[in-house]
């Protein structure tokens, strides 16, 4: 397999990676003021319970990530996309994709695990950007909520419904959440910019196969069907973890 080459000025990634800006500064400006009026986050350097959770991305986000690490990151990143890809053919429902993604895919492997670090913090995806949690990190932890007894389970909810800015249900905060939808529409419109098509899937999936010259060839040409032969001809391929639109 060939790398995809790494221009300096990207059309695609680039106003990715300005909307990335822009939602760090008004991410910033809420919590500043969100947390003057008493409310708490509680994600921070070290916390890492949700980073077992499957996300999606767009192919512009991907190809950023796919440009920052190599070695033996890349190889592990594949080797999680296809642990993810096993998980997808065999789970009964999306219930059971998401539990056992958590208790067996596992771990991000850009995770270092002894300090709780993202090791590539600053090319991270949206959703590992915008997901916030307003209770300690126990509660993000896989299990949890499978433990809880259904007293625990009314009490959760109470809580979560006196807690500002939760959605009333759960207890990630909602409003850090709704401020980077730009940061998909960024991603939306410069795909269909510059390759008449979008790219939409598994975030570890689509980080191997933006490293692929031979998928990204036919991406640029717009070409869907023979960007999802190269897909498949890798094993890489699924329509849950893949759409090519």
């Not at 300090?115 to 950007?129: M, V």
Request: hydrophobic letters at 40%; aromatic letters at 10%; charged letters at 25%.
């Amino acid at each position: 397999m060939t790398r995809a080459s790494s221009p300096p000025t990207d059309p695609v990634t680039a106003p990715v990676q300005r909307a990335y800006d822009r939602y760090g500064r008004q991410a910033d400006k809420w919590q500043a003021g969100y947390t003057a009026r008493g409310g708490k986050v509680f994600c921070g350097a070290g916390c890492f319970q949700c980073c077992n959770m499957p996300i999606r991305v767009s192919l512009a986000e991907a190809l950023i990530t796919a440009r920052a690490i190599g070695g033996a990151q890349a190889e592990a990143v594949e080797a999680h996309a296809r642990a993810a890809l096993q998980n997808a053919r065999t789970a009964k429902d999306d219930a059971q994709y998401v539990q056992r993604h958590r208790q067996e895919v596992g771990f991000c492997p850009l995770l270092d695990r002894e300090t709780g670090a993202c090791t590539q913090y600053e090319a991270r995806p949206t959703r590992c950007r915008d997901t916030f949690s307003a209770f300690p990190a126990h509660y993000c932890a896989e299990g949890t909520w499978e433990a809880m007894s259904n007293r625990e389970k009314r009490e959760y909810h109470r809580e979560v419904a006196r807690t500002p800015g939760t959605d009333g249900e759960w207890h990630f905060i909602a409003p850090l959440e709704h401020l980077s939808e730009p940061v998909w529409v960024a991603a939306s419109k410069s795909m269909q910019a510059q390759w008449g098509l979008e790219v939409w899937g598994d975030f570890w999936l689509l980080t191997t196969l933006a490293a692929d010259a031979g998928f990204m060839a036919r991406v640029e040409r717009s070409d869907a069907r023979g960007a999802w032969q190269v897909a498949s001809g890798r094993g890489l391929a699924h329509r849950e973890l893949l759409q090519i639109e």
